[in-house]
Nanobody
Framework: QVQLVESGGGLVQPGGSLRLSCAAS????????MGWYRQAPGKERDMVAA???????NYADSVKGRFTISRDNAKNTVYLQMNSLKPEDTAVYYC??????????WGQGTQVTVSS
């Protein structure tokens, strides 16, 4: 049984920072690249950042230079450090396999709200 649990979201002012965590259980973490995705109200869910098992990373253009993805294989956890946050970063953030997320692995996500 694979389970992904996201945490670390909250309300932050523009220019602020947050660090999201995704704790994974089951076999997915040792095999797959992992990604962070986000979904804003009325929009589709998009990839934000991804990291391979070996540590290679990939970012959406909108977050390059501001977000950093990392992983701790020993802890089965993926992180997303978000700096210089903008109102347009407001969304529910999820983690899942990359590049093809698995439908049954979607968790509850964690809400990030950037507002003054």
């Amino acid at each position: 049984q694979v389970q992904l649990v996201e945490s670390g979201g909250g309300l932050v002012q523009p220019g602020g920072s947050l660090r999201l965590s995704c704790a994974a259980s089951g076999s997915i973490f040792s095999i797959n690249a992992m990604g962070w995705y986000r979904q804003a109200p009325g929009k589709e869910r998009d990839m934000v950042a991804a990291i391979s098992r070996g540590g290679s990373t990939n970012y959406a253009d909108s977050v390059k230079g501001r977000f950093t993805i990392s992983r701790d294989n020993a802890k089965n956890t993926v992180y997303l450090q978000m700096n210089s946050l903008k109102p347009e970063d407001t969304a529910v953030y999820y983690c899942n396999a990359y590049p093809v997320p698995v439908y049954g692995y979607w968790g509850q996500g964690t809400q990030v709200t950037v507002s003054s």
